[in-house]
Antibody, heavy 118, light 107 residues
Framework: EVQLVESGGGLVQPGGSLRLSCAAS????????MNWVRQAPGKGLEWVAN????????NYVDSVEGRFTISRDNAKNSLYLHMNNLRAEDTAVYYC???????????WGQGTLVTVSS | DIQLTQSPSSLSASVGDRVIITCRAS??????LAWFQQKPGKAPKSLIY???ILQSGVPSKFSGSGSGADFTLTISSLQPEDFATYFC?????????FGQGTKVDIK
């Protein structure tokens, strides 16, 4: 059974940092591009970043470029999102999402809530 | 960035109704469009990719069509479990973008 389990969310002050983790199981992580997608409370979906299977390429939405870093450790079946200089507008549920072969965003984790507030 | 505009933003429908949701892209994206269903408090679920290919396990009452800049999601006969919010998403170029969502509720 495919599972993606996010962790690491919580309350952080503006300007602070947080690292999200996503534990993958039930499939071979190193065969998939992986994504982070976020959803602010009561709002729509926003793609944040993705990373190639071997970690050699990463892409980001402009609003997080330079502040967030996506990474992966295939040996640990894990995906990460390092978030620095957090802002109130980064408050959202963050989802770990798989691309499977030609199928984009085919499987989503349950999400972890990040709240940026003083 | 490619903007996706869904219409309507919300609709009320009855069980058994045929529902059509449209998604218009600000520029051509070929067939690189996906549809997702999200229920309150849950993660989105993949329904359709490449504009019209049904994701494994998704019932055939869902169908997608279109190419270029105009796309539709059709639910042939709405059932109670289909009341949810639906999002389109383009994966033609970066940044990946989503439509604003269409909330389908009970009339």
């Amino acid at each position: 059974e495919v599972q993606l389990v996010e962790s690491g969310g919580g309350l952080v002050q503006p300007g602070g940092s947080l690292r999200l983790s996503c534990a993958a199981s039930g499939f071979t992580l190193n065969s998939c591009w992986m994504n982070w997608v976020r959803q602010a409370p009561g709002k729509g979906l926003e793609w944040v970043a993705n990373i190639r299977q071997d970690g050699s390429e990463a892409n980001y939405v402009d609003s997080v470029e330079g502040r967030f870093t996506i990474s992966r450790d295939n040996a640990k079946n894990s995906l990460y999102l390092h978030m620095n200089n957090l802002r109130a507008e980064d408050t959202a549920v963050y989802y770990c999402v798989r691309d499977y072969n030609v199928i984009p965003f085919d499987f989503w984790g349950q999400g972890t809530l990040v709240t940026v507030s003083s | 960035d490619i903007q996706l505009t869904q219409s309507p933003s919300s609709l009320s429908a009855s069980v058994g109704d045929r529902v059509i949701i449209t998604c218009r892209a600000s520029q051509g994206i070929g067939n690189y469009l996906a549809w997702f269903q999200q229920k309150p408090g849950k993660a989105p679920k993949s329904l359709i990719y490449y504009a019209s290919i049904l994701q494994s396990g998704v019932p055939s009452k869902f169908s997608g069509s279109g190419s270029g800049a105009d796309f539709t999601l059709t639910i042939s006969s709405l059932q109670p479990e289909d009341f949810a919010t639906y999002f389109c998403q383009q994966y033609h170029s970066y940044p990946r973008t989503f439509g604003q969502g269409t909330k389908v509720d009970i009339k």
